[in-house]
């Protein structure tokens, strides 16, 4: 009987919050069937003076996926990061897995995996996981610190063609793979009828319900599909949307817009982190989610709303729109424009009751790539034997 190959995986999983640590849970979950799996966790995630948002930590009475990890790094305390990489040589893995999303991580990160290399035992075993590649708010600072953080990588495993390419343009002599969020079914443990979703948040079942979900910050678009309101509201009389996540901005601009475009009885906003026992319910009601993005790589909200069953207007932004079947899964449109939002509103509507958008949801997730990451990643450590050859 062949011996399972282990792999380490360092990055943030359950307590912390967000679409990082569920992402994370799915891929232990999935690896653990073929493979040893040991996650190290971090003890420190930001600092709480740069963290915008109320808490790092899951707050939820219901916790989608507590997996089992061992919480050492400090992202700011030099003496844990001694420490992870000292526990990461003790396990000796085939494969060490980094999770990166971020250019804050990217002194730490480099740190450790240059005492990986200098220990002589990391040759060749080293993969990102690189859900991003720069920021969506990157500057300057953020892209010396990408590259110095990705800098030990033998390897990289994208989410989107568009990261992937990015990735094959600054680090030319290494190898990537290529795979994708999956559908993020976890919170579906409860769900309802749209209408009774729709009476249970206190609207009528004869109104129409859009949804923007998730934490707001300017990349997201929230601006713009407010701008986009007024028309929407003048193409569908009596149309609501419902804005349901906290703020990373400053709300008093998106309420200003509120109060300007005169749409106060259309728009709800819900300014807060909203726990994982509370989320279906958003996602049961809305008839369509509304994603107005600036810029994107991936987005675990779209995961989460095909895992509803739930179509979306989306922006033709990065990795975006490699996600969405125009007319089938949802509307495609242009960046930047409330007129091209409203458009695809409309365009919905106009079709929604001559497209089946759940019958062809439930075809696209079985075409879903993160489905095979357990063979993906027999092939990732055949190729780390031999030294990660460029195809």
């Known amino acids: 009987m062949n011996k399972r190959k282990k792999i380490v995986m360092l990055g943030p999983v359950f307590p912390y919050r967000g679409g990082n640590s569920v992402y994370l849970s799915y ?12 996650v190290i966790n971090y003890k420190l995630l930001y600092p709480s003076f740069l963290f915008p948002g109320t808490t790092q930590y899951d707050t939820s009475n219901v916790t989608l996926k507590e997996i089992p990890s061992e919480r050492i790094l400090n992202s700011i305390n030099p003496f844990t990061w001694y420490r992870t990489a000292h526990r990461i040589i003790k396990e000796d893995p085939d494969l060490l ?13 480099n740190v450790i995996t240059t005492l990986l290399k200098l220990s002589g035992k990391f040759k060749h075993k080293i993969l990102f996981l690189t859900e991003n590649f720069i920021s969506h708010e990157g500057n300057y600072p953020d892209k010396i610190l990408t590259r110095l953080g990705l800098a030990n990588a033998d390897a990289f495993l994208t989410l989107s063609d568009v990261v992937r390419k990015d ?17 993020m079914e976890y919170y579906k443990f409860n769900s309802l009828p749209t209408q009774k979703a729709k009476e249970l948040l206190g ?15 300017k990349y997201k678009g929230l601006d713009i599909l407010l701008k986009a309101m007024k028309g929407i509201i003048n193409d569908f009389p009596g149309i609501k949307l419902l804005s349901v996540g906290e703020f990373y901005d400053n709300p008093h601009e998106y309420y200003k817009i509120i109060e300007e475009n005169n749409i106060q009885d259309n728009v709800k906003v819900i300014n807060k982190f909203i726990p994982n026992e509370e989320v279906y319910k958003y996602y049961s009601a809305a008839d369509l989610v509304v994603q107005p993005y600036r ?18 207007v989306v922006t033709r932004v990065g990795g975006l729109e490699e996600f969405v079947e125009d007319e089938r899964t949802g509307i495609i449109v242009d960046p930047d424009s409330p007129e091209e939002i409203r458009k695809g509103v409309k365009r919905f509507f106009e079709i929604k009751d001559k497209v089946d958008f759940a019958a062809n949801i439930g075809s696209f997730i079985k075409k879903n790539k993160f489905r095979d990451l357990d063979i993906l990643f027999e092939e990732i450590l055949k190729d780390s034997e031999k030294g990660f050859p460029i195809s």
């Open 295 to 312: 810029s994107a790589t991936q987005s675990a909200i779209l995961s989460v709303a095909y895992g509803f069953l739930k179509p979306a």
């Open 203 to 217: 609207y009528k079942e004869t109104e129409k319900l859009l949804l923007f979900f998730g934490y707001v910050r």
């Open 167 to 183: 990735l094959k343009y600054t680090f030319p002599q290494k190898k990537s793979y290529r795979s994708e969020l999956p559908i």
């Open 97 to 109: 897995v980094i999770d990166w999303w971020h250019p804050f991580f990217g002194l730490c990160l």
């Open 27 to 38: 891929v232990y979950d999935t690896l653990i069937q073929r493979f040893d799996v040991k």
